[in-house]
């Protein structure tokens, strides 16, 4: 079965200062990982996928994601935070032999200070 | 361009009472994907079409939830018998099909706004 943990419920971190958030996952197969990023009153919005190759992604709004295969992980940073990326993100697995059912952690809720 | 759309956004209804959730999913995309997220915590597959055709409905927690996609477009959910533990966010994702009409497991999803629905 899939998994996908995020293990801190809040990040707080100063606007300009780098943000790492975590993501640990579970998966029989090669994982196809994404994070997904939800802004007050809207629809998640995709930010970045890894599928296969580089294990540097880079995506949407200066965000990178580091796949690591033997710690099973797929964290989510940014060099430089900004106020407007205060937000919460999601971090979600599908298992590329096993169909189409996407399974998404519990959501990390990222506060960045003025 | 349009993105996804779901009806209605907001749903009150009393226990007992049946309810419809609408979703309309970015013309032309292929999947579609049916949620629940409550508050707090991420979403939960509930379902999903490719064309017409219901390819995995493991998610759905109890025979009361369907889901149909009668034309390959836009996509009803249904719940019978409401019951206050149903209420939730409900979410629609549409994904479209990669160059060339390959059907792919690694698309990213267009999410819809949500249907939050309240059982009293």
């Known amino acids: 079965a899939q998994s996908v943990a995020q293990p801190e419920d809040q990040v707080n971190v100063a606007e300009g200062n780098p943000l790492t958030v975590k993501c640990t996952y579970s998966v029989s197969g090669n994982p196809y990982l994404f994070w997904y990023v939800q802004y007050p009153n809207r629809g998640l919005q995709f930010l970045l996928k890894?599928?296969?190759?580089?294990?540097l992604v880079k995506g949407s709004y200066g965000f990178e994601a580091e796949f690591n295969k033997s710690q099973t992980s797929f964290h989510l940073k940014k060099p430089s935070a900004l106020v407007s990326d205060s937000a919460l993100y999601f971090c979600a697995v599908r298992d590329a032999g096993y169909g189409q059912n996407f399974v998404f952690g519990p959501g990390t809720r990222l506060s960045v200070l003025p | 361009g349009a993105g996804v759309s779901q009806s209605p956004r907001y749903k009150v209804t009393k226990r007992g009472q049946d309810v419809a959730l609408r979703c309309d999913p970015i013309?032309?995309?292929?999947?579609l994907y049916w949620y629940r997220q409550a508050l707090g915590q991420g979403p939960e597959f509930l379902t999903y079409f490719n064309y017409e055709a219901q390819q995995d409905k493991s998610g759905l927690p109890n025979d009361r939830f369907s889901a149909e996609r009668p034309e390959g477009s836009i996509s009803t959910l249904t719940i019978q018998r409401t019951e206050q533990r149903d209420s939730a966010m409900y979410r629609c994702?549409?994904?479209?099909?990669?160059?060339?009409?390959?059907?792919?497991?690694?698309?990213?999803?267009?999410f819809g706004p949500g249907t939050r629905l309240t059982v009293l």
């Open positions: 013309s032309g995309h292929v999947s």
């Open positions: 890894y599928i296969t190759g580089d294990n």
């Open positions: 994702a549409s994904s479209p099909r990669l160059a060339g009409g390959v059907l792919s497991s690694y698309n990213e999803q267009f």
